[in-house]
């Protein structure tokens, strides 16, 4: 593939959302895109069927190798200056990647934008944060479920400040537009997360090589959800806080943090178990701000035949995604892409 710009969207049985994903990416900009489906492993022929349209390709990949790996491959197999690598289950407004586009010209040292995500009932879905710290990160885990006004919780978010164009410490990996340069200069994702946290990881790894993650909220898609986040929520659970504790042993290793990790590692296993019995401690923090444009987004779904739900988001320090990319062992993502949910985020 070939091009100033590919679209990569990670697939897991994505079921119809994955036409709408299409279809809405028809009208989200007026260039020619080349889409690579990184495939792993389904079995509802969705993304088969897909590949019948113009420039879409299936990229099979034999197995639910989990997002960021998946995603990998997927940008490897295009040779675009810029790469979307997306959930498949986001839908576009009319002119959103256009506006991603623009954006590249305004950030020169741009390696990641991101859009303003909205949930299916309209909510603006909190996808530009800062960088998790030890105590933003408990305090968020903690407090967030049931006080999401909590300030670990807002200032780690940063639900309070108007969405306005700006640098983050890292964006949802939902929906992503990627300079290849810069994604290439730290190795693309870490595939040792198998889902979640590998946007938050990439969102670092960017900034420590001095390239900036863009949020740019005149582009907006709605993240759907789908059905892979509710028919794998127990998995989705447990590898959110398998990558929880795999991000933070990495920033305290050695001899030194080992009372810390242990205790920070009790503190996951607790909360994952409360998780999996209580449906309001896996949620995370409810976003707070508005709910601005609701109505149409909930019109615009139905148009389509969508019913809205609500994508399962997660724990203290999470990281993007959504059902449909989820795989078979939970991997990241969204309803129909293996590995990635919240990587739009969570919590």
């Known amino acids: 593939m070939s091009g100033t710009l590919a679209v990569v969207a990670v697939t897991f049985s994505p079921g119809q ?10 009208l989200a900009t007026e260039l020619e895109v080349e889409v690579l489906l990184a495939d792993n492993g389904s079995t509802d022929g969705a993304p088969e069927t897909a590949a019948l349209r113009p ?10 190798v989990g997002y960021g790996r998946a995603a990998n491959a997927g940008v490897a197999a295009t040779s675009a200056e810029w790469v979307v690598v997306a959930n498949p289950d986001v839908v576009w407004a009319p002119g959103a990647l256009e506006e991603l586009l623009a954006a590249t010209g305004r950030w020169p040292r ?7 995500i909205r ?5 603006i879905y909190p996808s530009a944060r800062s960088l998790p710290s030890l105590g933003r990160g408990i305090g968020h885990a903690v407090f967030g479920w049931w006080w999401p006004r909590n300030p670990w919780s807002t200032g780690y978010r940063r639900e309070k400040e108007a969405p306005t164009e700006r640098s983050a410490g890292w964006l949802s990996g939902s929906c992503l537009l990627l300079r290849r340069q810069a994604f290439e200069s730290v190795g693309g994702f870490d595939p040792s997360f198998f889902m979640y946290f590998e946007d938050v990881d990439l969102g670092e790894r960017l900034a420590d ?9 005149s582009a907006e898609v709605t993240h759907t959800g789908s059905h892979a986040t509710s028919r794998h929520a127990a998995a989705m659970t447990s590898a959110h806080h398998r990558s929880a504790w795999l991000y933070f042993s990495r920033h305290y290793p050695g001899w030194r943090w080992l009372p ?16 999996l019995r209580v449906g309001g401690v896996s949620a995370g923090a409810r976003p707070q701000r508005g709910r601005r444009g609701a109505r149409g987004r909930r019109g615009l779904l139905a148009r389509r035949g969508r019913r809205p739900s609500i994508v399962a988001s997660g724990i203290g320090v999470d990281s993007a995604g959504s059902a449909g ?17 919240d990587r ?4």
């Open 55 to 64: 420039g879409v390709k299936v990229l099979p990949l034999g197995a639910n």
């Open 344 to 347: 739009g985020g969570t919590g």
């Open 325 to 341: 990319s989820l795989g078979s062992a939970g991997s990241a993502g969204s309803a129909g892409s293996a590995g990635s949910v």
């Open 260 to 275: 810390l990790r242990l205790v920070v590692r009790a503190g996951l296993a607790l909360r994952e178990q409360l998780s």
């Open 110 to 116: 741009a390696g990641a934008l991101g859009p303003l």
């Open 17 to 26: 959302s994955l036409e709408e994903f299409l279809d809405s990416l028809a």
């Open 119 to 123: 949930q299916p009932d309209g909510q």
């Open 209 to 217: 090589a001095g390239w900036l993650n863009v949020y740019v909220p």
